[in-house]
């Protein structure tokens, strides 16, 4: 897979965005670890993951790293880069999160249950019956 990530801001800007644990902890570039931020000195340049203008018009996308093979949800930041690198001072655009099985994004409205049982469904587009009360009658 790859896009898993987009955004679309103005058209010529420079976007990364960087991968969290839920406990907080960003991941490295290149996805082996996660840290709290700066641990080693190390600034938003170690923790970046690229985007790039799809085409014109603004529509950015970057990709999730492989390398992440724990399924989850994954935060996700969007900076606006503003020098020539990567810097703990960008600007946060926007957050949001993928949902990761270990080797792709995952559709949220799957769910895969083994074993288990379901009960208690119905059909959204059916509503359940609703019991209608004549006024009259009370």
Partial sequence: MANEVWYNYTTGS??????????????????????????????????????????????????????????????????????????????????GEVYWNGESESDIYTITVTNQTVTNVYDESSPPPISVINIADV
Avoid: C, K
Wanted: cysteine-free.
């Fill in 14 to 95: 420079t976007l990364y965005f960087g991968t969290f644990t839920a406990a907080g902890n960003v991941y490295l570039s290149n996805g082996e670890s996660s840290e709290t931020w700066g641990t080693g000195g190390r600034t938003a340049d170690a923790y970046d993951m690229a985007m790039a203008e799809n085409g014109v018009g603004g529509h950015y996308v970057g990709s999730f790293d492989i390398s992440i093979t724990t399924p989850g949800t994954y935060p996700i930041v969007i900076y606006l880069q503003a020098g020539a690198n990567p810097a703990d001072t960008d600007l946060v655009l926007a957050v």
